[in-house]
């Protein structure tokens, strides 16, 4: 059952690519299928999104089970103008991997807004994670690679369309608790991202 779900979102999110700029503010910040925490972290996102010089947004996610939510807030500068962005995500792990498939997988929903001239865009992401953790248990160090397809419902002034983004990312576990987190967009979307998180 898990594995058609998988591949039903599989063709459903590569089916329609549209041009995006990512996720619930608007930034190319992605997600790994799984967490990095037990219980929260905090932290703090850089980017350089489509449309805007850089993105500062900080953040913060806590567990709750096999679950977890995550809050974010921050501004896009273009140069002529700063937008007040903030937004809200949940992730909840679908796929473990195994012989038959090495993957892990996460679903991933969101919805956030980008506030811009007395007005608003509102997006609701919802993705799909897949990737695997490797482990150095010389140096305690780990890395997470991983992709992240991602279909964006958005509504602005009355209008509503079907975005897509794809986006690619690498999570290294540099201590216990210091994570560094890298990610990019290719296809429609352009724009990358690096963020440091401290891990509870």
């Known amino acids: 059952m898990r594995r058609s779900t998988l591949a039903a979102v599989v063709v459903c999110v590569a089916g329609c690519a549209t041009p995006s700029r990512a996720q619930e503010t608007g930034s190319p910040v992605f997600s790994a299928p799984y967490r990095a925490f037990a219980n929260h972290e905090a932290g703090l996102s850089l980017s350089a999104p489509r449309g805007s010089d850089f993105g500062v947004e900080g953040f913060y ?46 679903l991933t929903v969101g919805l956030g807004a980008v506030f811009l001239d007395g007005g608003a865009a509102v997006r609701t992401p919802i993705g799909l994670s897949l990737g695997r953790r490797i482990d150095s248990h010389d140096s305690g160090v780990s890395f997470v690679p ?52 401290w891990v509870h």
């Open 61 to 106: 996610s806590f567990a709750s089970g096999r679950n977890d939510f995550g809050l974010r807030a921050g501004v896009l500068d273009d140069g002529d103008r700063t937008d007040f962005v903030v937004g809200g995500r949940f992730r909840t792990r679908l796929l473990t991997h195994s012989e038959s498939f090495p993957l892990d997988g996460a």
């Open 146 to 197: 991983y992709l992240q397809p991602v279909l964006i419902p958005t509504f602005s002034s009355g209008k509503s369309a079907l975005e897509f983004a794809l986006g690619l990312g690498l999570d290294m576990r540099l201590s216990r608790r210091f994570d560094l987190r890298v990610s990019g967009s290719f296809g429609d979307l352009e724009g990358f991202s690096v963020s440091f998180a």
